[in-house]
């Protein structure tokens, strides 16, 4: 479940957005709250609604910016639109706007249920309503509302990680901050930030007893190294820029890197690619990561980057015949009936964004661990 506060605007632009989705189709209007006398009216426009709010929001000329206009998405569609408008006007409630006079919007334009909220940030009386800290407090409260313990979830997803056969500290790291945590070593411990707070703590020495117990699995190297050079060649396996499709049909290229090979990969087998780049440069390496075995594999293990993105490069798999071949591994991937975990994984987390910091108060060069 997601939450996010757009920015503050002096007019109801909002208004015309949300309304203009519904005359296409696009949305459905799901609640009217608190607009008083325009229930009188046998036909209410958008401009009434628009007019309305710029004339409560005139009790405090103080308030620049008071349209407040926020969203609430639900990714896995666990939430219909009428579950999800109800947990968004509880949201609101929460976040002090249960007295204001506030539409509901629900829009089906992406690929992920959505209601967006508009209101004004000036109550009845001409206060403003409380703005402290609200990005934060609208995690919260949408958590709480989901009966989310963030301590105890973040517990678990460290243990999560920590099943994972890593070789290298930064690899355990790359699983945590796949799940969205923001991670500070200090005093031998790894420190989980989220929700703008920190929410638990792993001791350096358990993640090295972890990474002491790896064990290399060639073996199972070799096998994807087959189904790579089986579908490099179907899918193309050239790293370009992510793409976020945005409301309205828009679409922004993001910082982190993707390939349709990789998509392959993550859909059919749940193996992700993690292409590791650094700035406007290309991707300098990769990560593997199979979540059917639980094991994080440096991309160079498997294959070399440059040739994994070369579609008219074969690798050797090193297997005789009669051995595991593309076949035979193919099969194997997709008949296993493991439990296994998948975090959505940042695509643009490299071992630099990691180490840096600490690299150059030491003086020392930068490496790739991964």
């Given at each position: 479940m997601i939450v996010k506060i757009f920015r503050a605007a002096a007019t109801f632009k909002a208004i015309t957005y949300n309304f203009d989705k519904i005359a296409k189709g696009q949305a459905t209007l799901m609640k009217v709250s608190g607009f008083g006398a325009l229930r009188q009216l046998r036909e209410v426009r958008p401009e009434d609604y628009r007019n309305y709010l710029e004339?409560?929001?005139?009790?405090?000329?103080n308030?620049?910016?008071?349209?407040?206009?926020?969203?609430i998405s639900a990714p896995d569609h666990s939430f219909d639109k009428d579950k999800l408008a109800k947990l968004a006007g509880q949201w609101l409630d929460q976040m002090g706007y249960k007295d204001q006079p506030y539409l509901l919007v629900h829009h089906r334009d992406t690929d992920q249920s959505h209601v967006h909220m508009v209101t004004t940030r000036v109550d009845r009386q001409g206060k403003k309503i409380d703005s402290a800290f609200e990005h934060k407090r609208a995690v919260n409260q949408l958590n709480r509302l989901l009966q989310m313990d963030e301590a105890h979830q973040a517990q678990?997803?460290?243990?999560?990680?920590?099943?994972?056969?890593?070789s290298t500290k930064a690899q355990v790291l790359l699983l945590l901050e796949g799940m969205g945590y923001q991670i500070h070593e200090k005093e031998g411990q790894f420190l989980l930030y989220k929700y703008g707070r920190q929410l638990f703590a792993v001791s350096g020495k358990r993640v090295e007893e972890r990474l002491a117990a790896f064990m290399p699995d060639k073996r199972q190297a070799i096998q994807w190294k087959a189904i790579f050079n089986k579908y490099k060649a179907v899918y193309n396996p050239v790293p370009e820029r992510a793409t976020l499709h945005l409301p309205g049909g828009r679409t922004s290229q993001t910082g982190t890197y993707r390939?349709?090979?990789?998509?392959f990969l993550r859909n059919e087998f749940g193996i992700e690619l993690i292409y590791h780049a650094s700035g406007d440069k290309p991707p300098y390496g990769y990560t593997v990561i199979d979540h059917l075995q639980?094991?994080?594999?440096?991309?160079?293990?498997?294959?070399?980057l440059a040739i994994l993105a070369s579609p008219d490069t074969e690798v050797s798999t090193g297997l005789s015949p009669d051995r595991?071949?593309?076949?035979?591994?193919?099969?194997?991937?997709?008949?296993s009936h493991l439990t296994y975990?998948?975090?959505?994984?940042t695509n643009d987390v490299d071992d630099q964004q990691i180490h840096g910091p600490r690299r150059r108060r030491q003086k020392k060069a930068r490496t790739n661990t991964r």
């Open positions: 004339a409560l929001s005139g009790l405090n000329r308030v620049r910016l008071p349209q407040f206009h926020a969203m678990l997803d460290a243990g999560k990680a920590l099943q994972y056969q890593c390939s349709d090979l990789g998509d639980q094991r994080v594999f440096k991309g160079s293990e498997i294959i070399k595991t071949t593309g076949e035979a591994a193919d099969h194997h991937a997709k008949n975990f998948r975090p959505y994984l």
